[in-house]
């Protein structure tokens, strides 16, 4: 599997070459936003990691430019202190996640391996718009995480008749963050230190398996109610563990805020990515439970007079 890397700086690309074909990718690398859309076009990668600020064309630019060749291709930010609306406006643009600088190799690692068996079970089944008005879907899923991929295709393939192909592509990591974090955060108890802990000893995986293991969590459900209709998707997930405080996401109402909150924190990363990509994301009072709203374009693509212009500010 192979990785575009953007960077100005020769130092930074000639470090991420190195760890990232230790783990067995095969790495193309351009110090500006013009040779890395050249080498794009030529080798297709599955992943493109750049920079935002580059001279000749910035990252955004480059995002915009990679997006109009292939809807589907994953592109990540590298942001540096000051970026955080540049890379706000990435991230609605398509973007699928971002890195602070210096990045945590040890975040990225896993974050890349995790989208890799993700993107790896999709599924181009298309379902006919004009016959299809209303589907259910009723899951209880164990803490593992092949069940949750497996979720998120059956999800979102029964909603490319709804959405065209860039929201179908970003509902499936938006979808996936939330069951992650019931399943981490949620049934198995794992809090922000054993996280950040378990990531620099590259064992994360290990200890979600450990916890999943052990009898008292193991009989914990993930459970999922989505309703499918010719206006959007609206899911509810709950989890069974204690529920979690929330109350950064429903103060805070620009998500360039949450940026300067979390700063390189990943506690609640996937939360914001969520709130960027949905129309809305409602908590219960305790956390355990969460509803995220996404409209069909056709049928609500542009907020009413009363809606909120930003997702984030509608978390309770």
């Known amino acids: 599997m192979n990785i575009l890397v953007v960077d100005d700086q020769q130092q930074i690309l000639d470090f991420l070459r190195e760890i990232l074909s230790s783990e067995g990718f095969e790495v193309l690398t351009a110090s500006n936003g013009v040779d890395a859309l050249r080498l794009y ?3 297709r990668p599955a992943f493109t990691l750049t920079d935002i600020s580059m001279p000749q064309m910035n990252g955004i630019e480059l995002l ?5 060749l292939n809807a589907e291709a994953v592109v990540m930010l590298m ?4 970026a955080e609306a540049w890379a706000i406006e990435a991230l609605r643009g398509g973007a699928v996640n971002y890195f602070n600088k210096p990045v945590d190799i040890k975040e990225l690692l896993n974050t890349i391996q995790r989208y890799a068996s993700l993107a790896a079970g999709y599924d181009f089944e298309l379902f006919a718009t004009d016959f299809l008005r209303e589907e259910r879907l009723h899951m209880e899923l164990k803490n593992d995480l092949v069940q949750i991929n497996h979720a998120v295709q059956l999800i979102v393939n029964r909603c ?3 959405f065209p192909l860039t929201d179908i592509f970003l509902l499936r990591f938006g979808i996936y963050e939330m069951l992650i974090n019931a399943v981490e955060h949620g049934n198995l108890g794992i809090n922000y230190e054993e996280k950040t802990r378990a990531l620099e000893e590259n064992r994360l995986n290990e200890l979600i398996q450990e916890r999943a293991e052990m009898p008292d969590l193991a009989r914990r459900r993930v459970h999922v109610d989505c309703d499918i209709t010719p206006a959007g998707l609206t899911c509810t997930i709950r989890d069974e563990g204690n529920g979690f405080d929330h ?7 620009d998500p360039g805020q949450l940026f300067e909150e979390l ?9 914001m990515l969520t709130c ?3 129309d809305k994301v409602e908590f219960n009072d305790i956390g355990n439970s969460v509803r995220i709203e996404k409209r069909a374009p056709a049928t609500g693509g542009v907020p009413d007079s009363g809606a909120s212009a930003d997702p984030c500010a509608g978390v309770r």
């Not at 942001?79 to 000051?82: I, L, N």
């Open 79 to 82: 942001t540096g202190d000051g």
């Open 263 to 271: 700063g390189t924190s990943l506690h609640g990363r996937g939360i």
């Open 64 to 68: 915009k430019q990679i997006k109009a």
């Open 247 to 253: 109350s950064l996401y429903s103060s805070i109402q």
């Open 41 to 43: 076009q030529e080798h």
């Open 276 to 278: 960027l990509q949905f």
């Open 160 to 162: 490319r008749s709804i």
